[in-house]
Structure formats: structure tokens, C-alpha cells
């Protein structure tokens, strides 16, 4: 079946350091995919929609400029966390919309552990 | 705003027990309401989902489901665990058909010989 891979599964990154996430559809071309966060104990929350050959778009309290999405091809997207900080330190998990067929079914990533010290 | 609440963080049942975890949601007008699974290291797994019809869904995994509309809720079910059911449980509710998710918090389920 169609598979959405995130890399990296962990990282351990440095106060002030910028970190890159990606997400990649596997067998499918995703024009559309989803950046959702989770703290401890808490719900996973959307972040942004991030939409093939254009800008992301943020929720409400997202700032855009911290979190960098890049959608540049039709299997990748990408979050970058810029000038991390340890409250930044959540799990990162995409989703990825495979439009084919009448299914429009969503798939998830296996999650990204952030954390920053 | 739409919300869901699990109340209950961890469930631990002995294998071959029935199972119920809960899910109650806070929407305007019908929801589309969805059960996901994470086990460790990999991604949420669809176990089913409601749009609307039949109540009852039937979902992978010999799950199933059942909207009720007058309690706001749609409780997970199944008869007869297995010890590779030991996972995080996810309910989510969407009014974007199922693109946008808002998330529960999540229960833990561990399953004991």
C-alpha cells in the first residue's frame, strides 16, 4: 500500500540551530500534505498545509517564519524548525493526501521526535 | 471550534478480553470522525471512519465503531483483543472530509497475557 516515510525519526539538535524534517510519499504523488505537532500529553495539532508549487498555509498561532515549509516536488515536503529552541522539543508527524482513484485517502509519516537542548 | 476528548490516557486488558475506548467530540453539525492506530516507530494507521450512513462502522483490525449522536461520542470497539493491539489509539474529527484533523489526546492500550 501507499507508504509516507519521515526522516529523521529522532534528532537531537542544539538551541539556536535550525533543523530540517522531511516528508516523502513513497508511491504516490501528494499535492497536498499536512504538518501536525504534538507535545507531552497533549493532542496532535495542524500546523500548516503545505501545497505543491506554492506557499504553505498556517494555522491560527503558527508562526511561518519559524516553521519553514517547502513543498517543491509532488513527493517531498519539508518542515524546517529555524532557530530552534528547547520549547520547540515535540513529535513532528505529516500526512500526505493521495488523490487517485475516488479514495483521497490520507496516510501518516511515522513521526519526527525533536528535541532541542 | 470542534474538539475531541479521550478520557482515558492508558487501558490495559488481558488478551481475549472485549475492548471499548472512548471518544467523545464537541462539533456544530456532523462531523466526520475517524479511529487511528500508532504503534511504536510507526505511522498512524486508519482503522476506520464515519461520514455518514449506517452508525456502526466496521473497520481493519476486527474493529469497529458506532456513532451516537446524542452522547457526541464514537467509541471504539472490539470483541476479542490480541497482544499485537497494544498501541496508541488516535480519535480525530474533520469537517474537511478527512484532510484536516483535530486530534484527541490519545489512549494507550496495553494488553497483558
Known amino acids: 500500500g501507499a507508504v509516507v516515510s519521515q526522516h529523521p525519526s529522532r534528532v537531537i539538535c542544539k538551541s539556536g540551530t535550525s533543523v530540517k524534517i522531511e516528508c516523502r510519499s513513497l508511491d504516490f504523488q501528494a499535492t497536498t500534505m499536512f504538518w501536525y505537532r504534538q507535545f507531552p500529553k497533549q493532542s496532535l495539532m495542524l500546523m500548516a498545509t503545505s501545497n505543491e508549487g506554492s506557499k504553505a498555509t498556517y494555522e491560527q498561532g503558527v508562526e511561518k517564519d519559524k516553521f519553514l515549509i517547502n513543498h517543491a516536488s509532488l513527493t517531498l515536503s519539508t518542515l524546517t524548525v529555524t532557530s530552534a529552541h528547547p520549547e520547540d522539543s515535540s513529535f513532528y508527524i505529516c500526512?500526505?493526501?493521495?488523490?487517485?482513484?475516488?479514495?483521497?485517502?490520507?496516510?501518516f509519516g511515522e513521526g519526527s521526535w525533536l528535541t532541542v537542548v | 471550534a470542534q474538539s475531541v476528548t479521550q478520557p482515558d490516557i492508558h487501558i490495559t486488558v488481558s488478551e481475549g478480553a472485549s475492548l471499548e475506548l472512548r471518544c467523545n467530540y464537541s462539533y456544530g453539525a456532523t462531523p466526520y470522525l475517524f479511529w487511528y492506530v500508532q504503534s511504536p516507530g510507526q505511522g498512524l494507521q486508519l482503522l476506520l471512519k464515519y461520514f455518514s450512513g449506517d452508525t456502526l462502522v466496521q473497520g481493519i483490525k476486527g474493529f469497529e465503531a458506532e456513532f451516537k449522536r446524542s452522547q457526541s461520542s464514537f467509541n471504539l470497539r472490539k470483541p476479542s483483543v490480541h497482544w499485537s493491539d497494544a498501541a496508541e489509539y488516535f480519535c480525530a474529527v474533520s469537517d474537511f472530509g478527512n484532510e484536516k484533523l483535530t486530534f484527541g489526546t490519545g489512549t494507550r492500550l496495553t494488553i497483558i497475557p
Open positions: 500526512s500526505a493526501r493521495d488523490g487517485r482513484g475516488t479514495g483521497n485517502t490520507i496516510y
